[in-house]
Protein backbone atom coordinates (compact mmCIF):
# COMPACT_ATOMS: atom_id res chain seq x y z
CA UNK A 1 0.00 0.00 0.00
CA UNK A 2 0.84 3.27 -0.64
CA UNK A 3 1.21 6.14 1.67
CA UNK A 4 -0.72 8.24 -0.61
CA UNK A 5 -3.63 5.88 -0.78
CA UNK A 6 -4.02 6.75 3.07
CA UNK A 7 -7.38 9.41 3.45
CA UNK A 8 -6.25 12.56 5.06
CA UNK A 9 -8.50 15.31 7.00
CA UNK A 10 -7.46 17.67 3.46
CA UNK A 11 -8.11 14.80 0.98
CA UNK A 12 -12.30 14.92 2.36
CA UNK A 13 -11.69 18.70 2.68
CA UNK A 14 -10.96 18.76 -1.69
CA UNK A 15 -14.13 16.15 -2.28
CA UNK A 16 -16.89 18.03 0.02
CA UNK A 17 -18.22 20.35 -2.09
CA UNK A 18 -18.92 17.52 -5.13
CA UNK A 19 -20.58 15.35 -2.34
CA UNK A 20 -22.40 18.13 -0.94
CA UNK A 21 -24.18 19.15 -4.29
CA UNK A 22 -25.18 15.91 -4.41
CA UNK A 23 -26.51 15.38 -0.53
CA UNK A 24 -30.22 15.93 -1.20
CA UNK A 25 -29.81 13.09 -3.66
CA UNK A 26 -28.07 11.05 -1.31
CA UNK A 27 -29.99 11.34 1.59
CA UNK A 28 -32.99 10.30 -0.68
CA UNK A 29 -31.42 7.71 -1.85
CA UNK A 30 -30.18 6.18 1.56
CA UNK A 31 -33.28 6.52 2.79
CA UNK A 32 -34.60 4.22 -0.03
CA UNK A 33 -32.41 1.83 1.08
CA UNK A 34 -32.56 1.79 4.47
CA UNK A 35 -36.17 1.14 5.45
CA UNK A 36 -36.21 -1.41 7.96
CA UNK A 37 -39.83 -1.66 7.39
CA UNK A 38 -40.61 -5.46 5.84
CA UNK A 39 -43.87 -4.65 4.76
CA UNK A 40 -42.81 -1.49 2.93
CA UNK A 41 -44.05 -1.28 -0.50
CA UNK A 42 -40.96 -1.03 -2.98
CA UNK A 43 -38.48 -3.08 -5.21
CA UNK A 44 -37.54 -3.45 -9.05
CA UNK A 45 -41.67 -3.13 -10.40
CA UNK A 46 -41.88 -0.30 -8.32
CA UNK A 47 -38.87 1.30 -9.86
CA UNK A 48 -39.22 0.60 -13.27
CA UNK A 49 -43.02 2.09 -12.98
CA UNK A 50 -41.79 5.17 -11.62
CA UNK A 51 -38.95 5.71 -13.93
CA UNK A 52 -42.09 5.02 -16.80
CA UNK A 53 -43.96 7.88 -15.45
CA UNK A 54 -40.97 10.14 -14.78
CA UNK A 55 -39.32 9.10 -18.76
CA UNK A 56 -41.95 7.11 -20.76
CA UNK A 57 -40.27 8.06 -23.87
CA UNK A 58 -37.15 8.31 -22.91
CA UNK A 59 -34.58 5.06 -23.76
CA UNK A 60 -35.17 2.45 -21.33
CA UNK A 61 -33.28 -0.68 -22.88
CA UNK A 62 -30.94 -0.48 -26.04
CA UNK A 63 -29.27 -3.53 -27.80
CA UNK A 64 -28.28 -4.20 -31.11
CA UNK A 65 -30.67 -2.24 -33.16
CA UNK A 66 -33.16 -2.53 -30.56
CA UNK A 67 -34.46 0.74 -28.84
CA UNK A 68 -37.43 0.37 -26.00
CA UNK A 69 -38.60 3.40 -24.43
CA UNK A 70 -39.91 2.91 -20.92
CA UNK A 71 -43.42 3.10 -22.13
CA UNK A 72 -43.01 0.09 -24.27
CA UNK A 73 -40.69 -1.53 -21.65
CA UNK A 74 -42.86 -1.36 -18.82
CA UNK A 75 -45.71 -2.76 -20.91
CA UNK A 76 -43.56 -5.65 -22.12
CA UNK A 77 -42.79 -6.49 -18.33
CA UNK A 78 -46.63 -5.90 -17.44
CA UNK A 79 -47.74 -8.45 -19.93
CA UNK A 80 -44.98 -10.77 -18.42
CA UNK A 81 -46.30 -10.45 -15.11
CA UNK A 82 -50.13 -10.34 -16.05
CA UNK A 83 -49.76 -13.85 -18.29
CA UNK A 84 -47.67 -15.82 -15.20
CA UNK A 85 -50.05 -14.57 -13.12
CA UNK A 86 -52.66 -16.55 -14.64
CA UNK A 87 -50.70 -19.69 -14.74
CA UNK A 88 -51.15 -19.67 -11.10
CA UNK A 89 -47.44 -18.04 -10.21
CA UNK A 90 -47.81 -16.23 -6.99
CA UNK A 91 -45.70 -14.07 -4.51
CA UNK A 92 -42.60 -16.63 -2.73
CA UNK A 93 -42.64 -19.21 -6.32
CA UNK A 94 -39.56 -19.08 -8.16
CA UNK A 95 -38.62 -19.32 -11.68
CA UNK A 96 -35.50 -20.37 -13.68
CA UNK A 97 -34.63 -17.37 -15.84
CA UNK A 98 -31.47 -19.08 -18.41
CA UNK A 99 -31.16 -16.46 -20.58
CA UNK A 100 -27.98 -14.78 -22.47
CA UNK A 101 -27.79 -10.49 -21.93
CA UNK A 102 -30.38 -9.49 -24.34
CA UNK A 103 -33.67 -7.38 -23.53
CA UNK A 104 -36.09 -10.33 -22.97
CA UNK A 105 -34.10 -11.39 -19.66
CA UNK A 106 -34.30 -8.09 -18.16
CA UNK A 107 -38.16 -8.00 -19.28
CA UNK A 108 -39.09 -11.62 -17.71
CA UNK A 109 -37.21 -10.67 -14.59
CA UNK A 110 -39.45 -7.51 -14.28
CA UNK A 111 -42.27 -8.85 -14.78
CA UNK A 112 -41.61 -11.57 -12.39
CA UNK A 113 -40.71 -9.32 -10.14
CA UNK A 114 -43.72 -7.04 -10.18
CA UNK A 115 -45.74 -10.36 -9.33
CA UNK A 116 -43.31 -10.90 -6.34
CA UNK A 117 -41.85 -14.05 -8.20
CA UNK A 118 -38.02 -15.20 -7.35
CA UNK A 119 -35.98 -15.29 -10.46
CA UNK A 120 -33.12 -17.82 -10.28
CA UNK A 121 -30.62 -16.42 -11.94
CA UNK A 122 -28.94 -19.15 -13.29
CA UNK A 123 -25.04 -18.94 -14.29
CA UNK A 124 -25.28 -19.09 -18.64
CA UNK A 125 -21.78 -21.00 -18.13
CA UNK A 126 -22.83 -23.86 -16.38
CA UNK A 127 -23.41 -27.15 -18.25
CA UNK A 128 -23.93 -30.66 -17.06
CA UNK A 129 -24.09 -31.36 -12.95
CA UNK A 130 -23.33 -27.52 -11.95
CA UNK A 131 -26.39 -26.82 -13.89
CA UNK A 132 -29.00 -29.53 -13.11
CA UNK A 133 -27.72 -29.04 -9.45
CA UNK A 134 -28.24 -25.05 -9.76
CA UNK A 135 -31.81 -25.32 -11.17
CA UNK A 136 -32.67 -28.02 -8.54
CA UNK A 137 -31.71 -26.07 -5.79
CA UNK A 138 -34.35 -23.65 -5.73
CA UNK A 139 -36.94 -25.83 -6.67
CA UNK A 140 -38.78 -23.60 -9.01
CA UNK A 141 -42.09 -23.84 -10.68
CA UNK A 142 -41.04 -23.42 -14.49
CA UNK A 143 -38.60 -22.24 -16.29
CA UNK A 144 -37.86 -19.89 -19.06
CA UNK A 145 -34.71 -20.66 -21.83
CA UNK A 146 -33.02 -18.66 -24.23
CA UNK A 147 -32.93 -20.62 -27.89
CA UNK A 148 -29.10 -19.92 -27.47
CA UNK A 149 -28.64 -21.63 -24.16
CA UNK A 150 -31.09 -25.00 -25.43
CA UNK A 151 -28.66 -27.39 -25.83
CA UNK A 152 -26.90 -26.76 -22.61
CA UNK A 153 -30.81 -27.36 -20.90
CA UNK A 154 -31.50 -29.98 -22.96
CA UNK A 155 -28.53 -32.20 -21.64
CA UNK A 156 -29.55 -32.14 -18.18
CA UNK A 157 -33.33 -31.75 -18.94
CA UNK A 158 -34.03 -35.12 -17.97
CA UNK A 159 -32.78 -34.78 -14.27
CA UNK A 160 -34.66 -31.97 -13.71
CA UNK A 161 -37.65 -31.64 -11.36
CA UNK A 162 -39.99 -29.54 -13.39
CA UNK A 163 -42.83 -30.60 -15.48
CA UNK A 164 -42.04 -30.45 -19.14
CA UNK A 165 -44.85 -28.53 -19.49
CA UNK A 166 -43.83 -25.13 -17.44
CA UNK A 167 -40.58 -25.19 -19.65
CA UNK A 168 -40.81 -21.82 -21.84
CA UNK A 169 -38.66 -20.84 -24.59
CA UNK A 170 -37.55 -17.44 -26.42
CA UNK A 171 -35.84 -17.19 -29.72
CA UNK A 172 -32.31 -15.77 -30.16
CA UNK A 173 -33.90 -12.02 -31.90
CA UNK A 174 -35.62 -9.27 -30.99
CA UNK A 175 -39.53 -11.72 -30.02
CA UNK A 176 -41.11 -8.81 -30.20
CA UNK A 177 -40.78 -7.75 -33.70
CA UNK A 178 -40.52 -12.10 -34.46
CA UNK A 179 -41.34 -14.47 -32.14
CA UNK A 180 -39.95 -17.39 -33.87
CA UNK A 181 -40.86 -21.29 -33.62
CA UNK A 182 -40.11 -23.03 -30.67
CA UNK A 183 -38.56 -26.37 -30.87
CA UNK A 184 -41.08 -29.42 -29.15
CA UNK A 185 -41.54 -29.73 -25.77
CA UNK A 186 -40.90 -26.09 -25.27
CA UNK A 187 -43.95 -23.18 -24.81
CA UNK A 188 -42.87 -20.33 -27.02
CA UNK A 189 -43.44 -17.32 -24.42
CA UNK A 190 -43.08 -14.60 -26.78
CA UNK A 191 -46.42 -16.04 -28.83
CA UNK A 192 -47.71 -16.77 -25.41
CA UNK A 193 -47.26 -13.11 -24.00
CA UNK A 194 -49.36 -11.31 -27.05
CA UNK A 195 -52.82 -11.81 -25.84
CA UNK A 196 -51.97 -10.42 -21.77
CA UNK A 197 -52.82 -7.03 -21.04
CA UNK A 198 -50.23 -4.45 -20.77
CA UNK A 199 -51.48 -2.02 -18.06
CA UNK A 200 -49.68 -1.97 -14.54
CA UNK A 201 -50.38 -5.43 -12.48
CA UNK A 202 -52.14 -4.51 -8.91
CA UNK A 203 -49.47 -6.67 -7.16
CA UNK A 204 -46.79 -4.42 -7.89
CA UNK A 205 -47.72 -2.35 -4.62
CA UNK A 206 -47.91 -5.60 -2.64
CA UNK A 207 -44.61 -6.69 -3.00
CA UNK A 208 -42.29 -5.66 -0.15
CA UNK A 209 -38.93 -4.91 0.86
CA UNK A 210 -38.78 -8.32 2.97
CA UNK A 211 -39.97 -9.86 -0.18
CA UNK A 212 -37.15 -12.49 -2.54
CA UNK A 213 -36.33 -10.51 -5.87
CA UNK A 214 -33.68 -12.65 -7.14
CA UNK A 215 -31.44 -15.81 -6.36
CA UNK A 216 -28.02 -15.12 -7.51
CA UNK A 217 -25.48 -18.16 -7.57
CA UNK A 218 -21.98 -17.99 -5.88
CA UNK A 219 -19.34 -20.36 -5.35
CA UNK A 220 -19.27 -19.58 -1.78
CA UNK A 221 -16.67 -21.33 -0.10
CA UNK A 222 -17.69 -24.92 -0.55
CA UNK A 223 -18.76 -27.13 -2.41
CA UNK A 224 -21.22 -26.53 -5.62
CA UNK A 225 -22.71 -23.02 -6.17
CA UNK A 226 -25.42 -21.64 -3.39
CA UNK A 227 -28.02 -19.63 -4.46
CA UNK A 228 -28.23 -16.69 -2.08
CA UNK A 229 -31.41 -14.72 -1.56
CA UNK A 230 -31.09 -11.15 -3.17
CA UNK A 231 -34.55 -9.24 -1.60
CA UNK A 232 -36.13 -6.21 -3.04
CA UNK A 233 -35.15 -4.22 0.06
CA UNK A 234 -31.35 -5.19 -0.50
CA UNK A 235 -32.28 -4.22 -4.22
CA UNK A 236 -33.83 -1.04 -3.27
CA UNK A 237 -30.47 -0.27 -1.43
CA UNK A 238 -28.17 -0.72 -4.27
CA UNK A 239 -30.81 1.23 -6.12
CA UNK A 240 -31.10 4.15 -3.76
CA UNK A 241 -27.26 4.44 -2.96
CA UNK A 242 -25.63 3.94 -6.52
CA UNK A 243 -28.64 5.56 -8.17
CA UNK A 244 -28.06 8.77 -6.68
CA UNK A 245 -24.14 8.62 -5.99
CA UNK A 246 -24.20 8.23 -9.82
CA UNK A 247 -26.73 11.48 -10.34
CA UNK A 248 -27.39 9.83 -13.96
CA UNK A 249 -29.70 12.29 -15.62
CA UNK A 250 -32.44 11.18 -18.52
CA UNK A 251 -30.42 11.55 -21.17
CA UNK A 252 -27.71 9.25 -19.64
CA UNK A 253 -27.03 6.14 -21.17
CA UNK A 254 -25.61 3.32 -18.72
CA UNK A 255 -23.40 0.69 -20.94
CA UNK A 256 -23.18 -2.74 -19.53
CA UNK A 257 -21.73 -5.85 -21.07
CA UNK A 258 -20.87 -7.65 -17.80
CA UNK A 259 -23.12 -10.95 -17.13
CA UNK A 260 -26.63 -10.12 -15.88
CA UNK A 261 -26.72 -12.88 -13.90
CA UNK A 262 -24.12 -11.33 -11.12
CA UNK A 263 -25.24 -8.27 -9.39
CA UNK A 264 -23.05 -5.88 -10.53
CA UNK A 265 -24.41 -5.90 -14.02
CA UNK A 266 -28.03 -6.40 -13.12
CA UNK A 267 -28.62 -4.66 -9.91
CA UNK A 268 -25.75 -1.91 -9.43
CA UNK A 269 -25.57 -0.69 -12.70
CA UNK A 270 -29.33 -1.44 -13.97
CA UNK A 271 -30.51 -0.11 -11.01
CA UNK A 272 -28.27 3.23 -11.02
CA UNK A 273 -29.93 3.69 -15.02
CA UNK A 274 -33.24 2.71 -13.49
CA UNK A 275 -32.81 5.77 -11.00
CA UNK A 276 -31.94 8.14 -13.12
CA UNK A 277 -35.18 7.13 -15.87
CA UNK A 278 -32.11 6.65 -18.15
CA UNK A 279 -31.17 4.41 -20.58
CA UNK A 280 -29.58 1.34 -20.24
CA UNK A 281 -27.53 -0.17 -23.25
CA UNK A 282 -26.11 -3.93 -23.09
CA UNK A 283 -24.16 -6.27 -25.12
CA UNK A 284 -24.48 -10.37 -25.40
CA UNK A 285 -20.83 -10.58 -24.18
CA UNK A 286 -17.94 -8.18 -23.84
CA UNK A 287 -15.17 -7.28 -26.57
CA UNK A 288 -12.43 -5.35 -26.03
CA UNK A 289 -12.01 -4.11 -29.73
CA UNK A 290 -15.72 -2.95 -30.19
CA UNK A 291 -16.44 -1.71 -26.51
CA UNK A 292 -15.50 2.05 -26.88
CA UNK A 293 -17.37 1.49 -30.38
CA UNK A 294 -20.57 0.40 -28.92
CA UNK A 295 -20.18 3.01 -26.19
CA UNK A 296 -20.08 5.62 -29.10
CA UNK A 297 -23.20 3.88 -30.83
CA UNK A 298 -25.13 4.19 -28.01
CA UNK A 299 -23.85 7.53 -27.15
CA UNK A 300 -23.27 6.42 -23.90
CA UNK A 301 -22.33 8.72 -20.52
CA UNK A 302 -21.35 5.65 -18.15
CA UNK A 303 -19.90 2.48 -18.35
CA UNK A 304 -20.34 -0.51 -15.94
CA UNK A 305 -17.03 -2.76 -15.26
CA UNK A 306 -15.01 -5.28 -13.25
CA UNK A 307 -11.05 -5.59 -12.80
CA UNK A 308 -10.77 -7.65 -15.78
CA UNK A 309 -12.33 -6.00 -17.99
CA UNK A 310 -10.00 -2.56 -17.88
CA UNK A 311 -7.18 -4.39 -18.13
CA UNK A 312 -8.63 -6.28 -21.29
CA UNK A 313 -9.07 -2.47 -22.75
CA UNK A 314 -5.85 -1.10 -21.74
CA UNK A 315 -4.17 -3.93 -23.84
CA UNK A 316 -5.79 -2.48 -27.06
CA UNK A 317 -3.66 -0.59 -28.75
CA UNK A 318 -4.00 3.22 -28.29
CA UNK A 319 -5.88 5.17 -30.64
CA UNK A 320 -6.29 8.81 -31.75
CA UNK A 321 -10.46 8.52 -30.55
CA UNK A 322 -9.76 6.92 -27.20
CA UNK A 323 -11.39 9.72 -25.45
CA UNK A 324 -14.01 10.30 -28.45
CA UNK A 325 -16.96 9.63 -26.67
CA UNK A 326 -19.05 11.11 -23.46
CA UNK A 327 -18.37 8.90 -20.80
CA UNK A 328 -17.34 10.90 -17.42
CA UNK A 329 -18.39 8.02 -14.75
CA UNK A 330 -18.00 4.30 -14.34
CA UNK A 331 -18.97 1.76 -11.74
CA UNK A 332 -18.42 -1.56 -10.13
CA UNK A 333 -15.46 -3.38 -8.77
CA UNK A 334 -11.82 -5.16 -8.83
CA UNK A 335 -10.08 -1.83 -10.63
CA UNK A 336 -6.42 -2.74 -10.49
CA UNK A 337 -4.33 -0.07 -8.45
CA UNK A 338 -1.83 0.09 -11.45
CA UNK A 339 -4.12 0.80 -13.68
CA UNK A 340 -6.64 2.69 -12.00
CA UNK A 341 -4.89 6.14 -12.56
CA UNK A 342 -3.49 4.78 -16.13
CA UNK A 343 -7.44 3.96 -17.32
CA UNK A 344 -8.52 7.11 -16.24
CA UNK A 345 -5.85 9.12 -17.94
CA UNK A 346 -6.10 7.54 -21.44
CA UNK A 347 -10.00 7.17 -21.52
CA UNK A 348 -10.51 10.80 -20.04
CA UNK A 349 -13.08 9.42 -17.37
CA UNK A 350 -13.35 11.33 -14.28
CA UNK A 351 -15.44 9.46 -11.97
CA UNK A 352 -14.78 5.73 -10.64
CA UNK A 353 -17.37 4.24 -8.54
CA UNK A 354 -15.58 1.26 -7.49
CA UNK A 355 -17.84 -0.57 -4.85
CA UNK A 356 -17.74 -3.50 -2.80
CA UNK A 357 -20.57 -5.97 -2.06
CA UNK A 358 -21.58 -9.57 -2.02
CA UNK A 359 -24.83 -11.39 -3.43
CA UNK A 360 -25.34 -12.85 0.16
CA UNK A 361 -23.63 -10.57 2.60
CA UNK A 362 -24.92 -7.65 4.69
CA UNK A 363 -21.67 -5.03 4.22
CA UNK A 364 -21.23 -2.90 0.98
CA UNK A 365 -18.61 -0.13 0.05
CA UNK A 366 -18.67 3.00 -2.26
CA UNK A 367 -16.18 5.22 -3.96
CA UNK A 368 -18.68 8.06 -2.91
CA UNK A 369 -15.71 10.28 -2.80
CA UNK A 370 -14.18 9.19 -5.96
CA UNK A 371 -10.85 8.72 -4.70
CA UNK A 372 -8.57 6.10 -6.02
CA UNK A 373 -7.44 2.95 -5.16
CA UNK A 374 -10.29 2.59 -2.60
CA UNK A 375 -13.50 0.36 -2.59
CA UNK A 376 -14.61 3.18 -0.90
CA UNK A 377 -17.00 4.45 2.47
CA UNK A 378 -19.21 2.50 4.26
CA UNK A 379 -21.98 3.77 6.92
CA UNK A 380 -22.82 0.54 8.01
CA UNK A 381 -21.58 -1.21 11.03
CA UNK A 382 -18.30 -3.15 9.97
CA UNK A 383 -15.20 -4.15 11.46
CA UNK A 384 -11.68 -5.01 10.08
CA UNK A 385 -9.63 -7.55 12.56
CA UNK A 386 -6.83 -9.74 12.41
CA UNK A 387 -6.86 -12.63 10.69
CA UNK A 388 -4.41 -15.47 11.35
CA UNK A 389 -3.67 -16.96 7.73
CA UNK A 390 -1.74 -20.08 8.62
CA UNK A 391 -4.46 -21.48 10.82
CA UNK A 392 -7.09 -19.64 8.64
CA UNK A 393 -8.91 -18.33 11.77
CA UNK A 394 -9.30 -14.17 13.30
CA UNK A 395 -7.20 -13.77 16.02
CA UNK A 396 -9.07 -13.68 19.53
CA UNK A 397 -6.89 -11.58 22.18
CA UNK A 398 -7.14 -13.04 25.99
CA UNK A 399 -10.62 -12.40 26.89
CA UNK A 400 -11.87 -14.17 23.87
CA UNK A 401 -12.93 -11.37 21.89
CA UNK A 402 -11.70 -10.00 18.37
CA UNK A 403 -8.54 -7.69 17.93
CA UNK A 404 -9.56 -5.11 15.52
CA UNK A 405 -6.54 -4.87 12.95
CA UNK A 406 -4.29 -1.28 12.72
CA UNK A 407 -5.20 1.58 9.97
CA UNK A 408 -3.41 0.21 6.81
CA UNK A 409 -2.94 -3.45 8.59
CA UNK A 410 -4.77 -5.87 6.62
CA UNK A 411 -7.52 -7.58 8.27
CA UNK A 412 -10.84 -9.76 8.02
CA UNK A 413 -13.63 -7.62 6.99
CA UNK A 414 -16.80 -9.00 8.87
CA UNK A 415 -20.66 -6.89 8.97
CA UNK A 416 -22.36 -6.61 11.92
CA UNK A 417 -25.73 -8.28 11.52
CA UNK A 418 -28.50 -5.86 12.45
CA UNK A 419 -32.02 -5.16 11.97
CA UNK A 420 -30.70 -2.34 9.91
CA UNK A 421 -28.01 -4.80 7.90
CA UNK A 422 -29.44 -8.31 8.28
CA UNK A 423 -27.76 -11.48 6.56
CA UNK A 424 -30.29 -12.67 4.06
CA UNK A 425 -27.80 -15.38 2.92
CA UNK A 426 -28.52 -18.55 1.04
CA UNK A 427 -31.27 -20.83 0.73
CA UNK A 428 -29.44 -23.82 3.09
CA UNK A 429 -29.91 -22.68 6.72
CA UNK A 430 -26.63 -25.22 7.39
CA UNK A 431 -24.24 -23.11 5.05
CA UNK A 432 -25.99 -19.82 6.65
CA UNK A 433 -24.63 -20.69 9.77
CA UNK A 434 -21.06 -21.42 8.92
CA UNK A 435 -20.79 -17.79 7.52
CA UNK A 436 -21.89 -16.13 10.78
CA UNK A 437 -19.32 -15.28 13.41
CA UNK A 438 -20.63 -15.14 16.80
CA UNK A 439 -19.24 -12.83 20.23
CA UNK A 440 -17.35 -10.90 17.68
CA UNK A 441 -16.06 -8.04 20.40
CA UNK A 442 -18.97 -8.74 23.24
CA UNK A 443 -21.31 -11.80 24.28
CA UNK A 444 -24.16 -12.33 21.73
CA UNK A 445 -23.07 -10.24 19.15
CA UNK A 446 -23.20 -11.96 15.81
CA UNK A 447 -21.09 -10.69 12.38
CA UNK A 448 -21.06 -11.79 8.94
CA UNK A 449 -17.61 -12.80 7.79
CA UNK A 450 -17.17 -12.17 4.80
CA UNK A 451 -14.26 -14.23 3.70
CA UNK A 452 -12.11 -11.27 2.58
CA UNK A 453 -8.98 -9.52 4.08
CA UNK A 454 -9.17 -5.05 3.15
CA UNK A 455 -7.27 -2.56 5.19
CA UNK A 456 -8.68 0.77 6.62
CA UNK A 457 -7.32 3.63 5.13
CA UNK A 458 -8.91 6.33 7.02
CA UNK A 459 -12.28 7.91 7.32
CA UNK A 460 -14.40 4.79 7.26
CA UNK A 461 -12.58 4.05 3.50
CA UNK A 462 -11.47 0.44 2.93
CA UNK A 463 -8.72 -1.16 0.22
CA UNK A 464 -9.61 -4.77 -1.06
CA UNK A 465 -6.60 -6.62 -0.65
CA UNK A 466 -7.20 -10.43 -1.02
CA UNK A 467 -10.12 -12.78 -1.25
CA UNK A 468 -9.44 -15.76 1.50
CA UNK A 469 -10.51 -19.42 1.99
CA UNK A 470 -11.62 -22.20 -0.41
CA UNK A 471 -12.40 -19.52 -3.07
CA UNK A 472 -10.70 -17.36 -5.63
CA UNK A 473 -11.43 -14.95 -8.21
CA UNK A 474 -10.73 -15.38 -11.88
CA UNK A 475 -12.22 -13.44 -14.88
CA UNK A 476 -14.37 -11.41 -13.07
CA UNK A 477 -16.18 -14.78 -11.26
CA UNK A 478 -15.86 -16.73 -7.96
CA UNK A 479 -14.36 -20.39 -8.48
CA UNK A 480 -14.58 -22.73 -5.60
CA UNK A 481 -11.78 -24.87 -5.18
CA UNK A 482 -14.24 -27.51 -3.49
CA UNK A 483 -16.64 -27.75 -6.72
CA UNK A 484 -13.86 -27.93 -9.07
CA UNK A 485 -11.97 -30.41 -7.27
CA UNK A 486 -15.04 -33.22 -6.93
CA UNK A 487 -15.25 -32.34 -11.39
CA UNK A 488 -11.72 -33.18 -11.82
CA UNK A 489 -11.75 -36.20 -9.21
CA UNK A 490 -14.76 -37.55 -11.24
CA UNK A 491 -12.42 -38.18 -14.19
CA UNK A 492 -11.84 -41.74 -14.42
CA UNK A 493 -8.03 -41.87 -14.41
CA UNK A 494 -7.65 -39.23 -11.31
CA UNK A 495 -7.48 -40.39 -7.73
CA UNK A 496 -7.36 -36.95 -5.57
CA UNK A 497 -6.98 -33.35 -6.76
CA UNK A 498 -6.47 -30.00 -4.64
CA UNK A 499 -7.21 -26.57 -6.17
CA UNK A 500 -6.08 -23.09 -5.35
CA UNK A 501 -5.44 -20.25 -7.16
CA UNK A 502 -2.75 -19.09 -8.14
CA UNK A 503 -0.73 -15.43 -9.50
CA UNK A 504 0.21 -14.84 -13.08
CA UNK A 505 1.83 -11.57 -14.03
CA UNK A 506 -0.42 -8.66 -15.37
CA UNK A 507 -3.49 -10.02 -14.85
CA UNK A 508 -6.23 -9.62 -12.49
CA UNK A 509 -7.64 -12.25 -9.87
CA UNK A 510 -6.10 -15.92 -9.75
CA UNK A 511 -5.70 -18.27 -12.20
CA UNK A 512 -6.95 -22.05 -10.96
CA UNK A 513 -4.18 -24.53 -10.70
CA UNK A 514 -4.77 -28.15 -9.71
CA UNK A 515 -2.54 -30.65 -7.97
CA UNK A 516 -3.82 -34.06 -9.38
CA UNK A 517 -2.81 -37.47 -8.48
CA UNK A 518 -3.52 -40.03 -10.83
CA UNK A 519 -4.55 -44.05 -10.09
CA UNK A 520 -2.04 -45.95 -9.59
CA UNK A 521 -0.25 -47.46 -12.51
CA UNK A 522 -2.57 -45.25 -14.85
CA UNK A 523 -1.46 -42.79 -17.17
CA UNK A 524 -3.73 -39.53 -17.42
CA UNK A 525 -5.05 -38.52 -21.01
CA UNK A 526 -4.01 -34.62 -20.58
CA UNK A 527 -5.78 -33.93 -24.34
CA UNK A 528 -8.59 -35.37 -22.91
CA UNK A 529 -8.71 -34.56 -19.73
CA UNK A 530 -9.36 -30.49 -21.22
CA UNK A 531 -11.87 -31.95 -22.81
CA UNK A 532 -13.81 -33.55 -20.03
CA UNK A 533 -13.07 -30.65 -18.11
CA UNK A 534 -14.61 -27.62 -20.29
CA UNK A 535 -17.69 -29.86 -20.64
CA UNK A 536 -18.47 -30.13 -17.40
CA UNK A 537 -17.40 -26.82 -15.90
CA UNK A 538 -17.87 -22.95 -17.25
CA UNK A 539 -14.63 -21.49 -18.85
CA UNK A 540 -13.36 -19.60 -16.01
CA UNK A 541 -13.29 -22.16 -13.45
CA UNK A 542 -11.57 -25.01 -16.06
CA UNK A 543 -7.81 -25.19 -14.42
CA UNK A 544 -5.26 -23.40 -15.93
CA UNK A 545 -2.43 -25.14 -14.52
CA UNK A 546 -1.94 -29.03 -13.39
CA UNK A 547 0.87 -30.44 -11.06
CA UNK A 548 0.80 -34.17 -11.31
CA UNK A 549 1.77 -35.58 -7.60
CA UNK A 550 2.40 -39.20 -6.36
CA UNK A 551 1.06 -38.16 -3.44
CA UNK A 552 -0.65 -35.41 -1.54
CA UNK A 553 0.64 -34.29 1.43
CA UNK A 554 -1.64 -33.41 4.47
CA UNK A 555 -2.24 -31.96 8.01
CA UNK A 556 -2.69 -34.44 10.98
CA UNK A 557 -6.35 -33.68 10.75
CA UNK A 558 -6.07 -35.45 7.30
CA UNK A 559 -7.04 -31.45 5.32
CA UNK A 560 -4.71 -30.95 2.15
CA UNK A 561 -1.87 -28.65 2.55
CA UNK A 562 -2.65 -26.09 -0.08
CA UNK A 563 -0.32 -23.43 1.41
CA UNK A 564 2.80 -24.78 -0.10
CA UNK A 565 1.52 -25.76 -3.31
CA UNK A 566 0.17 -22.18 -3.40
CA UNK A 567 3.70 -20.54 -2.61
CA UNK A 568 5.21 -22.98 -5.31
CA UNK A 569 2.67 -22.09 -7.82
CA UNK A 570 3.64 -23.06 -11.26
CA UNK A 571 7.33 -22.72 -11.19
CA UNK A 572 9.13 -25.42 -12.58
CA UNK A 573 11.91 -24.57 -10.30
CA UNK A 574 9.95 -24.66 -6.83
CA UNK A 575 8.10 -28.40 -8.29
CA UNK A 576 10.61 -30.55 -6.70
CA UNK A 577 10.34 -32.27 -10.26
CA UNK A 578 6.97 -33.07 -10.19
CA UNK A 579 5.42 -32.57 -13.97
CA UNK A 580 3.07 -29.39 -14.63
CA UNK A 581 0.85 -28.11 -16.91
CA UNK A 582 -0.43 -25.60 -18.72
CA UNK A 583 -3.84 -24.67 -20.85
CA UNK A 584 -2.45 -21.82 -22.93
CA UNK A 585 -4.52 -19.75 -24.51
CA UNK A 586 -5.93 -20.38 -28.13
CA UNK A 587 -5.21 -24.16 -27.36
CA UNK A 588 -7.37 -27.18 -26.82
CA UNK A 589 -4.92 -29.54 -24.60
CA UNK A 590 -2.71 -29.11 -21.77
CA UNK A 591 1.18 -29.47 -22.47
CA UNK A 592 4.35 -29.91 -20.70
CA UNK A 593 5.15 -26.29 -18.70
CA UNK A 594 8.67 -25.70 -19.64
CA UNK A 595 10.97 -23.64 -17.54
CA UNK A 596 11.11 -21.43 -21.53
CA UNK A 597 6.79 -21.27 -21.28
CA UNK A 598 7.44 -19.99 -17.57
CA UNK A 599 9.66 -17.60 -18.24
CA UNK A 600 7.58 -16.21 -21.34
CA UNK A 601 4.15 -16.59 -18.80
CA UNK A 602 6.23 -14.02 -16.70
CA UNK A 603 7.24 -11.94 -19.39
CA UNK A 604 3.47 -11.28 -20.71
CA UNK A 605 4.16 -13.32 -23.81
CA UNK A 606 0.70 -14.91 -23.24
CA UNK A 607 -2.64 -13.26 -22.78
CA UNK A 608 -4.93 -15.41 -19.96
Not at 154 to 183: F, H, M, N
Not at 332 to 354: A, H, L, S, T
Request: aromatic share 12%; net charge neutral.
Amino acid sequence: MSKQDLITVKDIARKLPEVVRKLPKMAYGLALGSSTNPTKAGGLGWAIEKATKANPYGPAVLYKDTNLNYLQFNQWANRVAHYFMAQGLKKGDVVAVFIENRPELLAVTTGLAKIGVISAMVNTSQTGKVLTHSINLVKPKMAIIGSELVDSFSEVRGDLSIPSDRIYWLADQDTLKEAGEAPETFRNLAIELQSAPSYNPPTTNNVYYSDGLYYIYTSGTTGMPKAAIFSHGRWMKAYGVFGSVMDLQKNDIMYCTLPLYHATGMVVCWGAAIYGASGFAIRRKFSAREFWEDVRRFNASAIGYVGELCRYLMEVPAKAEDRAHRVTKMVGNGMRPNIWGPFKQRYGVDEVYELYASSEGNIGFNNIFNFDNTVGFSPLPYAIVKYDKENEKPIRGADGFMIKAAKGEPGLLVGKITERTPFDGYTDAAKNEACILHDVFEKGDRYFNTGDLVRDIGFRHAQFVDRLGDTFRWKGENVSTTEVENLVSSYPSIAEAVVYGVEIPNTNGRAGMAAITPHEGIDIDYAHLLEHLRREMPPYAVPVFLRQQQKMETTGTFKYQKNNLKKEGFDPHQSHKEPLFVWLPGTDHYQPLTPEIWENIGNGAYRF
